[in-house]
């Protein structure tokens, strides 16, 4: 991907839509009022992403798209969890704060050296009752995104804006199109035991279906399980790779492996042609796993510190 770099704006039905655009055939659209959402992912004119008309993503935009999941991916045990102590109860118990919720546009560019780039901002004191009074971390996360050469790249940062630790893991949603003749490859070599769709705290070896260190057919696909023990190259990325045939396509989600230890793999059902490759820094319900002493890699943000990181998904012929 190269070229011709532009990001471009457009009211949509009252909702303000930013598109990044390398060329005519390659874009990126972004609605920071839903969430900071970027809900189409165009390569060449071949959706990246689920297809999804405006209407039904009006309806509810956190179904689509790559929705952010701060400052806990997936669900809380029962929306509760201890923490240095004190018993903190959660609502929503899934998923965080910010994916629903409007985002402030911070700046905005496009050049070659830099790409088409979008960066919006979440600042929790903005919710003082609905936010703070249940979890009382004031915190700002910032987002990035940045159309460059090959990929679509997201980059983001938290920052603890109190003075105590704050508990915290991220998440992203994305729902990519799901070929109808395609594999998908995931480097894991353990997959979390689920009990409700709840971590039990055990780790299991990928067998079977699970197993998706080899290209496995997505046609055969039914999961939603949390991934582990990720194997990453010599520069310490991981790379899951969705490839569709008929398109002759491959989508190739790149992070590293010690920002994102977790990978969960979602298969919607049908009627949707969806299939989502989740990084996380943390499995579901991490706080309640940390408070029993189990690894869960659970970020512990001190006062006034910040902490990064980056996604990209990167695409390119099949």
């Known amino acids: 991907m190269s ?29 920071p009022a839903w969430g900071n959402n970027c809900f189409a992912y165009k390569w060449q004119g071949v959706p990246v992403l689920e297809p999804v008309d405006f209407e039904t993503l009006a309806a509810k935009p956190t179904s689509y798209g790559i929705p952010i999941l701060f400052p806990y991916p997936n669900r809380i045990r029962d929306g509760r969890f201890t923490f240095q102590g004190r018993q903190y109860r959660l609502d929503p118990p899934r998923h965080g704060f910010v994916r629903d919720k409007p985002w402030k546009v911070t700046a905005s560019g ?3 050296g830099e790409g088409a780039w979008l960066s919006c901002q979440f600042d929790a004191r903005d919710y003082p009752e609905r936010i703070l009074q ?21 980059e983001t940062e938290a920052e603890n804006l109190g003075t105590t630790t704050m508990p915290l893991g991220l998440g992203t949603h994305a729902y990519f199109r799901r070929p109808i003749e395609g594999t ?11 009990e409700d769709s709840l971590p039990t705290g055990e780790l299991v070896e990928v067998e079977d279906l699970f197993d998706l260190r080899v290209p496995v057919n997505v046609a055969a696909l039914d999961l939603d399980d949390i991934y582990t023990d990720l194997e990453a190259a010599e520069d310490g990325t991981v790379r899951c790779s969705l490839v569709d045939h008929r398109e002759n396509m491959e989508t190739v989600v790149e992070f590293d492996e010690e920002e994102f230890p977790e990978v969960v793999v979602y298969t919607a059902p049908l009627p ?8 996380y820094t943390c499995p579901t319900d991490a706080f309640n796993l940390a408070s029993q002493g189990i690894d869960s890699h659970l970020i512990r943000l001190p ?4 902490i990064d990181w980056t996604m990209r998904i990167r695409v390119g012929v099949g």
Do not use: H
């Open 3 to 31: 070229g011709n770099y532009r990001i471009e704006s457009e009211d949509r039905r009252g909702v303000r839509v930013y598109v990044l655009r390398c060329g005519e055939l390659t874009r990126a659209e972004i609605a």
């Open 110 to 112: 496009a050049s070659q």
């Open 134 to 154: 249940q979890f009382p971390f004031p915190f700002t996360l910032t987002v990035t995104y940045r159309l460059f050469e090959d990929a679509l790249v997201m």
């Open 184 to 194: 998908l490859q995931v480097p894991a070599n353990q997959r979390w035991a689920l």
């Open 272 to 279: 949707r042609r969806a299939l989502c490759i989740e990084p």
């Open 303 to 306: 006062g006034g510190q910040k």
